[in-house]
């Protein structure tokens, strides 16, 4: 496989995005030519009216964000746990594995800290000293069951030649029917009646979110931050990171060199499980305090961020704070514009689709003589 420069990958994914909202833009002012409104925003001789503005859209999509502090912290818990889940699935892919089990791990993650830390906490100290401890031990369980539920999939594709893909897409289902058995049968809410839900974790146990109004805690963007760096050197600086990569890459040479592919691919999935859980972790001690069956499909979206960032866990940050403000500016579109909401799912649909295509984008910087002729790879990794 050959690779990129550095430099190639961003100008790459910069074309993409700005080929993204020029697409989208035109696709943003066709349907407001026949959509129906009473006051009609744009008018072209020959042609019509048109219901929507492109430049309103797309100032509100990316400013709406940014309109105060408590939207401004809506933007970074989403960003914390899309770079979450994008790490999980970009480790797997950088093994040459594709795990779109993240919301499954996710799921399982979560459910295993809501019951985890409101099972111990009566047991332990409240206030700080407690919460130095839930905490913690609540994002080791969250890791330890989501790794676990990772290396299913792993070992089926090592030991009995199961396609990964189709696992676990399967065991996403099988997390969302499993957790919301174990709940409602062992660990259900007493004092909830009606909805299906674990005990609310006490407030001392929770990620601290006194910076920002609303459910966003700079302790959880500090652990994706420091997630981040383990596995830039984890990929680029261990032997094993280095094995990972190269069995992604060749898995002959892999091989040859005396590393186990099978071994290989059930500790990846673990490794990308864990993440995932940590992912489902860090939402039940940020945003919800308990576990319900109502997860939202974060794992999913990892995909798309480790699609933009190439795999490079770097990348996943930027990737991560782009679609976070994707997220929280669909809201503010809903809020101030009489716009779909659809429509910004259409605009990041078109996101992960160009930049999806490196290829296409090395082939026009060819046509005008721009850039290598070396075909692209997303995948991530160093210069060769």
């Known amino acids: 496989m050959t690779t990129a420069s550095k430099v190639e990958r961003i100008v790459i994914s910069i074309a993409a995005l700005i080929a993204s909202i020029f697409v989208g833009g035109i696709v943003v002012l066709a349907a407001g030519f026949v959509a129906e409104c009473s006051q009609p925003v744009l008018f072209f001789p020959g042609v019509g009216y048109s219901c929507y503005n492109p430049v309103s859209v797309y100032l509100e ?3 709406g964000p940014f309109s105060n502090a408590g939207v401004f912290g809506e933007t970074l818990q989403q960003t914390t746990i899309l770079l979450l889940t994008g790490l999980s699935v970009a480790l797997a892919f950088r093994a040459g594995l594709f795990n779109i089990g993240t919301q499954g791990q996710f799921v399982m993650g ?22 130095l401890i839930l905490i913690p ?8 069951i989501g790794g676990l539920y990772g290396a299913i999939p792993g070992a089926l594709k090592a030991y009995a030649e199961a396609n990964e893909v189709i696992t676990t897409i399967m065991l996403n289902f099988v997390a969302t029917f499993l957790s919301l058995l174990i709940v409602s049968t062992w660990f259900k809410d007493p004092n909830s009646t009606n909805n299906t839900q674990t005990a609310r974790i006490p407030d001392y146990a929770m990620l601290d979110s006194s910076v920002f109004p609303g459910d ?12 981040v760096a383990a596995m830039t050197w984890f990929l680029a600086r261990t032997a094993f990171g280095y094995d990972l990569r190269i069995s992604g890459i060749q898995e002959g040479a892999a091989a040859y060199s005396g ?13 990308s499980g864990a993440l995932g859980g940590i992912a489902g972790a860090v939402y039940i001690l940020m945003v919800t305090g308990r576990w319900m069956p109502t997860a939202p499909a974060f794992g999913f979206d990892g995909i798309t961020v480790s699609i933009l960032a190439g795999n490079n866990p770097v990348g996943a940050i930027f990737a991560a704070f782009l679609f976070g403000m994707l997220k929280v500016g669909r809201v503010a579109i809903d809020f101030n514009l009489d716009v779909p909401s659809q429509l910004v799912g259409v605009l990041r649909g078109l996101i992960i689709l160009f930049v999806a295509m490196p290829e296409f984008f090395r082939m ?3 046509r005008f003589n721009v ?14």
């Open 364 to 366: 026009l910087g060819t």
């Open 371 to 384: 850039g290598s002729k070396t075909a692209v790879a997303t995948d991530g990794g160093e210069d060769q």
């Open 110 to 131: 979560s459910m295993a800290t809501a019951i985890t830390v409101p099972l111990l906490a009566p047991s332990l100290p409240g206030g700080l000293a407690g919460g």
């Open 137 to 144: 031990l609540g994002l080791f369980v969250g890791a330890l």
């Open 61 to 63: 999509l990316f400013t």
């Open 216 to 227: 966003f805690s700079l302790v959880a963007l500090a652990i994706a931050l420091t997630l």
């Open 259 to 271: 590393v186990s592919a099978k071994k290989m691919t059930v500790i990846s999935m673990g490794l």
